[in-house]
C-alpha cells in the first residue's frame, strides 16, 4: 500500500526472445570428413558381389511370396476382410520393392560391386521395372548429394527462404498440414519431381528426367538418357501387354 491506498501491481517479467539463428551451428565441428572415414572399419567399403546379390535374392523372395499369397488366397476371403487384406498387401509388397529401388540407388554410387558396368546393368534392369529412370536418376542424385542443402545448386530438396514462401505455406505449418504435405510428398512427389522437377533446382528453362537435351544433363549424359528412358518405355509396354492379356 502507499500513494494514497494504491496497490501496486508488479510487472510480469519479460519474456526472452527467441532467435532460431542461434541454434544454427556457424562454427567448423571440431573434426573432418576425412578422419569420419578413417574411424570407419575398412572392411565396411568392401563390395561384395555374392552378398549384393544375396540382398537382391532375398528381397525378390519376399516380394514372390507376399504376391503368392495376395493372388492365391485374398480372392477367397470375405469382402470385409479382403479389403483390409490388400491395403496391407499394398503397404508391405511396398516396402519389399522399396528395398529393390534401394539396391538400384546403390548401384548409381557404384556400391553394389567393384564393377561399374555391372552396377549400372543391374541398376538400369531394376529401375527401370520400377519404372524408374536408372542413368537420369543416377546424375541428378549423384549432383544432389555433392550440392546437399544448396539453394544454388542442389537438385532436390532445395530449401527455400522466407521470401520465396506462398502465400499458402503457413497454413500448412501445423500437424494436419504437415500430414497432408508428407502424405502429397510420398505419393506424388516422386513422379512428379521426375516428370516435372518440382521441388528440384531451378532452371531458366523446363526441366525434367525424361528429357535428354534437358538442363539437368551434360552433353556426354545424354545418350545413356535414351537408354533410360527406352528401359522405362520396354517396361510401361510390357505391364500394357500384361493387362491386355487378363
Request: proline share 8%; net charge positive; glycine share 6%.
Amino acid at each position: 500500500m502507499g500513494a494514497g491506498g494504491r496497490m501496486s501491481v508488479p510487472t510480469s517479467p519479460k519474456k526472452p526472445e527467441f532467435n532460431s539463428l542461434k541454434r544454427v551451428p556457424y562454427s567448423k565441428p571440431p573434426f573432418t570428413l576425412s578422419e569420419i572415414k578413417k574411424a570407419i572399419p575398412p572392411h565396411c567399403f568392401q563390395r561384395s558381389v555374392l552378398r549384393s546379390f544375396s540382398y537382391l535374392l532375398y528381397d525378390f523372395i519376399l516380394a514372390s511370396l507376399f504376391y503368392h499369397v495376395a493372388t492365391n488366397y485374398f480372392p477367397n476371403l470375405p469382402q470385409l476382410l479382403s479389403n483390409v487384406a490388400w491395403p496391407l498387401y499394398w503397404a508391405m509388397q511396398g516396402c519389399i520393392l522399396t528395398g529393390v529401388w534401394v539396391i538400384a540407388h546403390e548401384c548409381g554410387h557404384h556400391a553394389f560391386s567393384d564393377y561399374q558396368w555391372l552396377d549400372d546393368t543391374v541398376g538400369l534392369i531394376l529401375h527401370s521395372s520400377l519404372l524408374v529412370p536408372y542413368f537420369s536418376w543416377k546424375y541428378s542424385h549423384r549432383r544432389h548429394h555433392s550440392n546437399t542443402g544448396s539453394l544454388e545448386r542442389d537438385e532436390v530438396f532445395v530449401p527455400k527462404k522466407k521470401s520465396g514462401l506462398r502465400w499458402w505455406a503457413k497454413h500448412f505449418n501445423n500437424p494436419p498440414g504437415r500430414f497432408l504435405s508428407i502424405t502429397i510428398q510420398l505419393t506424388l512427389g516422386w513422379p512428379l519431381y521426375l516428370a516435372f522437377n518440382v521441388a528440384g533446382r531451378p532452371y531458366d528453362r523446363f526441366a525434367c528426367h525424361y528429357d535428354p537435351y534437358g538442363p539437368i544433363f551434360s552433353d556426354r549424359e545424354r545418350l545413356q538418357i535414351y537408354i533410360s528412358d527406352a528401359g522405362v518405355l520396354a517396361v510401361a509396354y510390357a505391364l500394357y501387354r500384361l493387362v491386355l492379356a487378363k
